[in-house]
């Protein structure tokens, strides 16, 4: 049984990358190293924070996956939890409708397209050698130089937040969505049908008339 | 709001766009650089619609996410008819060997 070994080895890894990230940032940033002992002086976890903890972890954990995983359908798979956690996200911030909207367009349109594209593109008996990677120290370099960047701006600045009750937003939207954003709308209806069009012209097969 | 701020999206949504960077840039794979794509729009879609709950307010941010995922969809779409187009006239995905536009 080498499946259970590699799924460890596999979040063990994503582990040491996500740890080594926010080691290396928390080196830097003064503010996030005093993060946990802020979290812990805020008081008792409620399960409101828990559930976001979960969403994240989906979402993280499966970003980590589509990252390092090297077998492509195993890629395929962990985007579909990064895109679920994400979608849960958005309920925290309100966004109940975008949370459907994500599900399913991401999860049922992109996702069983990208799946498709895999099916049809490799020999599935040789999917390990397919994902090849190329050239992952740069990567881990850019990565390396982005990350702490971005954390600071994070956490460094003081935005303006404000108190922000939840509440449901779907009806609201679709008010705004067909008033103030009414030619936006419509121009994505046009640049859909220009997609649908464009795919099909360029993924036919080439009837040569001889 | 004692515990989940602004600044945890703001680090989730830096994580994803981190990993999906990687993800573009060490795979050979052209179906998993799109899902690296896909990955960094999530990122910026988080960010777009956490800064209109805590920040801004009104619709905007969630309207221009609307727009991010449908046009998202439309770019998987027209990439993975391309991705196929190069499999049928290459016999690979492998992003190095798409170097000709012609047959």
Redesign the interface.
């Known amino acids: 049984m080498r499946t259970p070994r590699k799924l460890l080895a596999w979040s063990l890894g994503s582990l040491a990358v996500i740890g080594a990230v926010t080691l290396s940032t928390a080196h830097l940033s003064p503010a996030l190293a005093a993060w946990p002992a802020r979290a812990t002086q805020a008081g008792p976890l409620t399960l409101v924070d828990l559930v976001f903890w979960l969403f994240s972890a989906l979402a993280v954990g499966g970003a980590a996956g589509v990252a390092l995983s090297r077998n492509i359908l195993y890629t395929g798979l962990a985007l579909l939890f990064s895109l679920l956690g994400v979608a849960g996200l958005y309920v925290f911030l309100s966004a109940d409708f975008l949370a459907v909207a994500q599900v399913l367009i991401y999860i049922g349109g992109v996702l069983v397209l990208i799946l498709f594209a895999v099916m049809l593109t490799n020999r599935i008996g040789e999917v390990n050698v397919s994902n090849a990677s190329l050239g992952w120290p740069a990567g881990a370099l850019l990565m390396a130089i982005v990350a702490p960047l971005l954390f600071a701006v994070a956490v460094e600045v003081p935005w303006k937040a404000r108190e922000a009750p939840l509440n449901v937003t779907t009806a609201a939207l679709g008010h705004a969505l067909l008033q103030r954003w009414l030619l936006p709308f419509e121009l994505a209806s046009l640049i859909l049908l220009a997609t649908m069009i464009g795919a099909i012209v360029i993924a036919r097969k080439e009837l040569k008339a001889e | 709001?004692?515990?989940?701020?602004?600044?945890?999206?703001?680090?989730?949504?830096?994580?994803?766009?981190?990993?999906?960077?990687?993800?573009v840039?060490?795979?050979?794979?052209a179906?998993?650089v799109?899902?690296?794509v896909?990955?960094v729009l999530?990122a910026a879609?988080?960010n777009l619609?956490?800064f209109?709950?805590?920040?801004v307010?009104g619709?905007g941010g969630?309207?221009f996410?609307?727009?991010v995922?449908?046009?998202?969809?439309?770019e998987?779409?027209?990439g993975?008819?391309?991705?196929?187009?190069i499999?049928?006239t290459f016999k690979t995905?492998d992003v190095?060997a798409a170097d000709l536009m012609r047959e």
């Open positions: 709001m004692a515990h989940v701020n602004l600044s945890h999206f703001l680090v989730v949504a830096g994580l994803l766009f981190v990993l999906g960077l990687f993800t840039l060490t795979r050979r794979n179906v998993a799109l899902m690296g896909e990955l999530n879609n988080i619609v956490a209109n709950h805590y920040v307010g619709f969630q309207t996410t609307l727009f995922i449908v046009l998202a969809a439309a998987a779409a027209v993975l008819a391309i991705v196929l187009s499999f049928h995905i190095r």
